[in-house]
């Protein structure tokens, strides 16, 4: 198998959007067995000017349905950041997860050179070849948000551990 | 350009490594300014159960040397974890900037099938093909030490923005 723009970007985003849904599912529970509002966790930050959990969650989904749909070049479905539970974060990360499945591998095909702009609330937009896009923009920025979402769990007591986000199959 | 085991590994690696060094020269200067013991970081953690701060920096490289070492064949350099300051946590930053941009690219031919095998304490090593091992293990386990370092010096108030992770020419 070679590496191509599909294989480093679809399966990758997949894999760990599945294990996200794992640790809100341990989330959960550790606030039924502690008898706690699991809306606890939804406004917790590791700063006071950085974004709470919900945000963590829809920006890496949207940063793994973004780039999924601008390398193959469909559209980026819309998704409300409407999210107020647990439940509702868990059935974001599903149905990113069904998207970049469902684009067909073919689409990847000279996803390298495609020229991606990503607009900016002020100035020029963000230019960068696919390539560049995938690997110094899109995958940093998506395993940002899930470190966040990870690290504010286990900051708030979730017992989580490393294999929670390498995943338990290694 | 076509996406390659290189190009998805050393620049990627030498790039993030870069930015977390102006972190901690962001961090340095911060202490300096609120006039505390830059050492008060190194004993920061987000939960009483996960790594302090310097160890976050050291298996973030860990992770880049071990992982551009593997994936060209060539030995890996063994640095002995003994930063005590964060200066020396940027020398090492630096140091492994050095090692992963001085392997030649030609030793990246046919990484993508090469056989890994990464050690554990316990029980059977973990083996992965090379591209499984880099794009499933080796970046995110990068990335989630390289964030969990940023949210450390972010929760401990040191004045970092999302363009300090990205890359400020983004």
Redesign the interface.
């Known amino acids: 198998?070679?590496?191509?723009?599909h294989?480093?970007s679809v399966?990758?985003f997949a894999?760990?959007l599945g294990h996200m849904d794992l640790w809100l599912e341990k989330a959960a529970a550790h606030a039924e067995a502690r008898k706690f509002d699991p809306k606890a966790f939804l406004t917790a930050r590791?700063?006071p000017d950085?974004l709470p959990f919900p945000n963590q969650i829809q920006i890496a989904s949207d940063n793994a349905k973004g780039c999924v749909a601008r390398l193959a070049g469909v559209e980026i479905p819309k998704y409300e950041d409407t999210e107020t539970t647990l439940e509702e974060l868990r059935e974001r990360l599903r149905k990113t997860i069904d998207f970049v499945r469902s684009v067909p591998e073919a689409k990847f095909e000279g996803a390298?050179?495609r020229a991606i702009e990503l607009p900016r609330r002020t100035g020029e937009p963000?230019r960068f070849?696919g390539?560049q896009y995938?690997?110094?923009?899109a995958?940093?920025?998506f395993?940002?948000h899930a470190?966040?979402a990870?690290?504010l769990l286990?900051?708030n007591?979730v017992e989580l551990g490393?294999l929670d986000?390498?995943?338990r199959d290694?």
């Open positions: 198998m070679a590496l191509t723009m294989s480093a399966p990758v894999r760990m590791l700063a950085m390298e050179g963000l070849t390539e995938l690997v110094h923009f995958l940093p920025n395993y940002f470190t966040t990870y690290a286990r900051h007591g490393k986000y390498l995943g290694r």
